[in-house]
């Protein structure tokens, strides 16, 4: 007698827009970068501090010679402020941008596809959602490093005086959590180091110039300057220049949550991008 049996119902694999699935299994990965870098930190801190530190005392200081003070709008309204301090406080903005973008980029990339550290890894009780995590952390945190040294050499430099710069400190690395997980969306997608010259050419260069780091919003036209209040670096610098100033930011919900949905925004499809490289 035959036995007629049921086809066996295919396997559904979870889609790659499925919620992200963390655990504190990120810690160890956390830690191995760490330990890792701990060899290079000094020529790695002295590598992202030069190149803000240059912008500060060229434009800072040669630049700040020729144009003296600038109109900011704050909460006590028009206010002219040193060129220096001005630009000191976009730059320390710029500074975090960079850095998380640079380790969420060439050193991520570098572990993920050129070393396999990440298929390493994923051979331990690691998942992948844990990978991406610690790699966004740790980016973040190694961009707090840089942007402390340099808010050192500010504070040496007696740029600002202001007691409210101890709240800058957890912004920036707010700062530096949006940037390394919109660099993480470009490490997934990239075949090699030469994709990431579109990111800095195409994104984080025009956004350095139109963010307010140079100059204020306010000398744009008013639809790009518009445009440009949307962009993550202007509401940084928009919650950090103030505090340099000893005021208190402007619409500083309204700032923060756009960072915010930028952060969330770019970890969701960074992670969706990553598992479905991982799936092929």
Not at 115 to 134: R, Y
Not at 136 to 143: D, V
Not at 160 to 177: C, D, F, N, Y
Request: proline share 6%; aromatic share 14%; charged share 10%.
């Amino acid at each position: 007698m035959t036995t007629l049996r049921t086809p066996a119902k295919p396997t559904l694999q979870p889609g790659i827009w499925r919620a992200p699935i963390l655990s504190l299994r990120f810690w160890p990965v956390f830690q191995r970068n760490l330990l890792v870098w701990r060899k290079l930190a000094i020529p790695s801190l002295v590598g992202n501090i030069a190149e803000p530190l240059m912008w500060l005392v060229a434009f800072g200081y040669g630049m700040g010679a020729l144009v003296g003070h600038v109109n900011v709008v704050g909460a006590q309204g028009a206010q002219q402020v040193p060129y220096i301090l001005f630009l000191a406080s976009g730059a320390i903005c710029m500074s975090a941008m960079q850095a998380a973008s640079f380790e969420a980029l060439y050193s991520a990339f570098s572990r993920m596809h050129v070393q396999k550290t990440w298929d390493s890894i994923l051979n331990a009780p690691v998942g992948l959602d844990d990978i991406v995590l610690a790699e966004m952390l740790w980016a973040a945190f190694k961009s707090l490093f840089t942007v402390t040294a340099i808010l050192g050499v500010m504070l040496a430099l007696q740029i600002s005086h202001s007691p409210k710069l101890l709240l800058a400190w957890p912004i920036l690395l707010g700062v530096g959590i949006t940037f390394s997980c919109i660099a993480l969306v470009f490490n997934a997608l990239a075949k090699g180091y030469d994709f990431f010259t579109y990111y800095f050419t195409l994104f984080l260069t025009p956004m350095m110039f139109l963010s307010g780091v140079f100059f204020p919003l306010e000398q744009l036209p008013r639809m790009m300057q518009a445009a440009a209040s949307w962009l993550p670096l202007s509401n940084a610098v928009a919650l950090v220049r103030p505090l340099f100033m000893d005021q208190w930011p402007q619409d500083a919900a309204r700032h923060a949550l756009v960072l915010l949905v930028y952060t969330v925004a770019a970890f969701w499809l960074a992670l969706a991008l990553t598992r479905k490289r991982f799936q092929r």
